[in-house]
């Protein structure tokens, strides 16, 4: 039976299917370019050096970021916190009972589940956690966030003015911290609420005194 051989030239060589040399060295450009975005998106988060800040906000740069959701602190879609019941171990929203001049009313929830892409969604929810710490805190920063969340709300609904409130969905440590009144809604902490209008230009809040801050402590049984 016969039996058929094939054989190479010596010395010969063959390039069928692989990429050219200029190909080659573009990819690896762009891997390297690549690997430089995620460095620097790792060491231009959370507490940035100077340099690392300006690294960080380069043009092109910046937006490949972006793109990558590499932009945001690590922990900004984390809701627990390292102390069980803390601030940080409740998952807040802002609520807005907007009226307007018609006397017509709508209340809006940011964040809510048809939010897309899901990164609004967290971006959302992370600026209600961080209103909340300062509205616990009592914090220097606390009426200036509310007054720009309450001063966007009223310009892009054409609102005559709105009930701003900051509501978190309490977990079960939180809600053995915060014991909530299971007459109005269980299981939920309001951790801000004020009335906001416009008088002219300027936001004005009329901040209101919430049921935790104004109920006496429970008798001892």
Not at 188 to 204: I, Q
């Amino acid at each position: 039976m016969a039996h058929s051989t094939s054989s190479t030239t010596p010395g010969a060589t063959t390039d069928v299917g692989q990429p050219s040399e200029l190909t080659r060295t573009v990819v690896s450009f762009l891997v390297f370019i690549h690997l430089f975005a995620l460095v620097v998106g790792i060491v231009s988060n959370e507490v940035p050096s100077q340099l690392e800040s300006e690294l960080g906000q380069l043009s092109g740069l910046r937006q490949y970021r972006q793109a990558l959701g590499m932009d945001l602190p690590y922990t900004y879609y984390f809701t627990r916190g390292n102390e069980p019941g803390g601030e940080l171990d409740i998952d807040y929203r802002i609520e807005a009972t907007i009226k307007r001049a018609d006397g017509s009313t709508e209340t809006v929830t940011f964040p809510n589940a048809e939010m897309s892409p899901h990164q609004r969604f967290h971006r959302y929810q992370k600026l209600a956690t961080r209103l909340a710490e300062f509205a616990a805190d009592d914090a220097e920063p606390l009426n200036f966030l509310a007054q720009s969340i309450a001063g966007g709300l009223l310009r892009s609904y054409d609102a005559k003015s709105l009930d701003l409130r900051c509501r978190g969905q309490l977990t079960p440590p939180a809600m053995a911290d915060f014991q909530p009144d299971a007459k109005r809604d269980p299981g939920v902490r309001d951790a801000y609420d004020a009335h906001a209008f416009l008088s002219g230009d300027k936001v004005e809040l009329l901040k209101k005194e919430s049921a935790r801050d104004t109920a006496p402590p429970p008798k001892d049984q």
